[in-house]
């Protein structure tokens, strides 16, 4: 441990937005920064709390912790919880915090976490029963909605496959609301070759298409969705490109009893997966 | 009608941001002005094109359609039926446009309309099988996702109830994808008269508390959902008081299975509704 793994003292004088350690981790706010340094931040107070428990579970390392003094006063419990596991803590001005964070009222706690991504087939493990697999879902916000609404629904894993949003993105970890420190998340470039390890893994491919014929409640009915199923999500702005539902094993559709034309991602996903979850216990 | 009741011609000058009636309908993007003019906005070809079927059903107005050169060119059949249907059309400059509209990327059509709200009683007319209620939810992009859960659920309606966003605010209307004009929407500034009214028409009122020690599928397996219902659904950052919940009929919350803590409103509206929608269709 550096000379660092303490709590910042009176006297200490704040880290700045010039600080070559603050500077260094602002470039982790870029997609490139955090693919070079292997490396990507957590804001706030529940981000941060997640990430040491996340941490202690020995899934992933808690680098350092930023925190302006207003924040570290109001979370005095969270910074001894760093600092008890051997987190370098670092004062920061708020001028440094703002810097860091991507969000309109910066929340003063900034924590450099190593990557929560894993293999594809660690993600998968054994006995899965419920993914979510965001293919090509590119904005941030929807796709940690996603993430936590799979986490609530008690799913194994969430797959970003294809040309997807970084999880790491901090629109992302924020719309997460932590849940991407709670369940395994793997990237898969390659969508055929995430569909085959889900397929090997004993699951049922199944696409949420707003243009599906068939909708979850008659599959729900049949006693389909009791099977152990990877939900496949499209954009929200194009859906499914029509090739990749034609190599799933079967389309469904959310019924829309009214008059709007489809569901936003987010919904959708959570009346898909809590369908399943719910079929798979009962 | 006015001699404004046709398309823009070649040689019309567009209007500015300085014409008095932009100047006016720009009123229209605060509540005050909105409140006071009894007009609201409606933006966008997706927007645009509900808010005139909704006034050729007789259930509104449609005042004025400002349409950019290029927005005009883009969507010929919707400027055309806003003519056909006596709407003046008035070419403006993309600065005009700009000045109307609430989002980043102005899309260059922006209706002038009448409030969708009705009285709460006309809302719930007669045979309310399914209601939304928000209950003091303040964010505007939550409040019109949930409207358009609703409308994709088949709600008869949804309620603003106590101190919540305006509906024809533009991200609510925005997030409605539309929706805001499928359903009967109403004010209810005083929500326990909402709640009475609701009572008088037949509803039975659950309260969507992440808090209740019963679930939904509980409930529903008990078949409890199948009932008329109104869900009453509060803010994302505080959720419902518990003066409210405890004066409702019962309290349900969506089961989590995995590690998140919660899920935000607007999924969580999602299967709620869903729930509801599905055990009254069995």
Request: aromatic residues 4%.
């Amino acid at each position: 441990m550096s000379g660092n793994d303490r709590a910042p003292r009176p006297g200490d004088a704040p880290f700045t937005e010039r600080t070559p350690r603050v500077v260094a981790a602002k470039r982790l706010t870029r997609r490139s920064g955090r693919d070079r340094a292997e490396r990507f931040l957590a804001e706030g107070a529940q981000a941060v709390r997640e990430a040491l428990a996340w941490a202690a579970a020995g899934r992933g390392r808690v680098h350092e912790l930023f925190a302006t003094e207003v924040a570290a006063s109001r979370n005095p419990s969270l910074v001894r919880d760093a600092v008890d596991a051997g987190v370098p803590v670092s004062a920061v001005t708020d001028k440094a915090a703002a810097a860091l964070s991507e969000t309109v009222t910066p929340q003063g706690l900034v924590a450099v976490c190593s990557p929560v991504d894993v293999p594809l087939r660690a993600a998968l493990g054994s006995d899965v029963r419920l993914v979510a697999v965001l293919h090509g879902v590119a904005d941030p916000g929807n796709a940690g909605t996603v993430v936590r609404v799979a986490d609530a629904a008690g799913a194994d894993a969430v797959i970003f496959a294809g040309d997807a949003v970084d999880p790491h993105n901090g629109k992302c970890v924020r719309a997460s609301t932590g849940s991407v420190f709670h369940l395994p998340i793997a990237r898969a470039r390659d969508a055929e070759e995430a569909f085959a390890a889900l397929r090997d893994a004993g699951l049922r491919l199944v696409a949420a298409d707003g243009y599906a014929p068939e909708d979850l409640v008659t599959a729900d009915l049949r006693g389909d969705l009791a099977a152990p199923t990877a939900w496949v999500f499209g954009s929200e702005a194009h859906g499914l490109p029509d090739e990749v539902v034609d190599g799933l094993d079967a389309a469904l559709k959310v019924p829309i009893y009214g008059g709007a034309e489809s569901l936003n991602l987010a919904t959708a996903a959570a009346v898909c997966l809590y369908a399943s979850a719910r079929a798979q216990r009962a």
